[in-house]
Structures are given as structure tokens and as C-alpha cells.
């Protein structure tokens, strides 16, 4: 089928709604950055794809295309459902501007986002896209990367959620040097320095001792 593909994209046919549902998902995947980006935009307006399973290259360019191609429906409540599809290609600007429109994203998406883009996002941004699911990210917290990200966060950040998330950097440690203890001797350093002191002195006590005996 791969074969077919390539062969009827190398003979310039266009790649359009009716070829890309014909050839479904599972295929789009395989094709090339060349033969992705032959993919005329509006066609993805009619077309239904859920490239989530792709390389993360398809999903990139596909989310580009589709962001194109929906794009007059942008301020729509209909946006997020003709989007989230490709949100795998979000980068994480993208992920910050829709965390403000109310979207209700389910976690199973969530855990889909670009690695990089979910890593960038503050527990209130996560909060603003997942809404009335976010409850649900108390279940994902021990799976990647949903435990990477929640590794990176402030715990006192994680606990405004008010999920019971845990795991996250703990704030208002200070870490402790014990100084060095010397070992305790038998005479004060003061008791030492004086003995010194007097010994040339002593010595030459004992000498004239000697002498006069």
C-alpha cells in the first residue's frame, strides 16, 4: 500500500480530502516531509485523520497545515473539536493561547502533546486546558510524561490545583554543611603555645645546672 502511495503522489496527483480519507491515517504516516507537504491545507478541512500515532515530524507538519486550514474558525467554539486531532504538532506557545479558551482537553490528549510543548506548560496553564478533567490527572500522575513534567513543578504550585498531585520540587529546604569538628587533644591550644615559649628558656635553666654542679 506504501508502494501505491508513493507512486500515485510521484505521478503529481494531489493529495486531497477524498485521497487522504481513502488512504486513511494508517498511510499518512508513512509518507516523506515532501509528500507531506503536498498536502494542500483546505483539505484537511474535510478530511478525517488522527495522525496521534505518527512521527513526531508528521505530526508537526500536519499540525501546521491544519492550524492553516482552520484558522477562520479560530475564536469558534467548534475550533478545539476540528483541531485536537493534531494537537500531537503543538508547539507550546500554541498549547499557552488555547489554555485560556475553557477546551476541556481530555488527559488521554493531553499525554499525546509534544514532549517539549507539555514540559513548557505551568500547573495553571494545565489547569485552563484540561478544565473539568483535570481531576483525571491524579490517575496519569505515575505515567510518562505526565510524571516527567509533574517532577518539574513547584509542589506548592501542584497543590493550587488541589488534585492530590505529588512528586513535585519541595521549596524552603536549606541544605546544611556540618563544619568540621577537630579531634580534641590533651592540652588547650593556649597551654601549647605558651610551653613553647618558655623552652629555650628551660633548656638553658638545665644546662647552667649542670655547669655549676
Request: positive net charge; glycine residues 6%; hydrophobic residues 40%.
Amino acid at each position: 500500500a506504501s508502494a501505491i502511495i508513493k507512486r500515485y503522489v510521484g505521478l503529481g496527483n494531489a493529495l486531497n480530502a477524498t485521497a487522504l480519507d481513502a488512504i486513511g491515517t494508517k498511510y499518512v504516516c508513512l509518507l516523506n516531509a515532501t509528500e507531506l507537504n503536498m498536502i494542500d491545507s483546505s483539505s484537511l478541512r474535510m478530511a478525517s485523520l488522527n495522525p496521534s500515532a505518527c512521527s513526531q515530524l508528521t505530526k508537526d507538519i500536519l499540525y501546521a497545515k491544519a492550524k492553516r486550514a482552520f484558522s477562520d474558525k479560530r475564536r469558534l467554539p467548534a475550533y478545539y473539536e476540528l483541531i485536537e486531532p493534531y494537537l500531537g504538532g503543538a508547539s507550546g506557545v500554541d498549547l499557552k493561547v488555547l489554555s485560556k479558551d475553557n477546551v476541556n482537553m481530555n488527559v488521554t490528549t493531553f499525554a499525546k502533546l509534544r514532549r517539549d510543548s507539555l514540559m513548557s506548560l505551568t500547573p495553571s496553564e494545565v489547569q485552563g486546558l484540561l478544565g473539568i478533567n483535570l481531576g483525571d490527572l491524579k490517575k496519569w500522575q505515575n505515567k510518562s510524561p505526565i510524571r516527567e513534567w509533574i517532577l518539574m513543578q513547584k509542589q506548592s504550585e501542584l497543590d493550587k490545583l488541589h488534585v492530590g498531585l505529588t512528586g513535585g520540587t519541595q521549596e524552603g529546604y536549606i541544605n546544611i554543611i556540618t563544619p568540621r569538628v577537630q579531634p580534641p587533644s590533651s592540652a588547650s591550644p593556649g597551654a601549647v603555645a605558651m610551653t613553647l615559649h618558655l623552652l629555650p628558656a628551660l633548656l638553658i635553666s638545665f644546662l647552667m645546672m649542670l655547669i655549676l654542679s
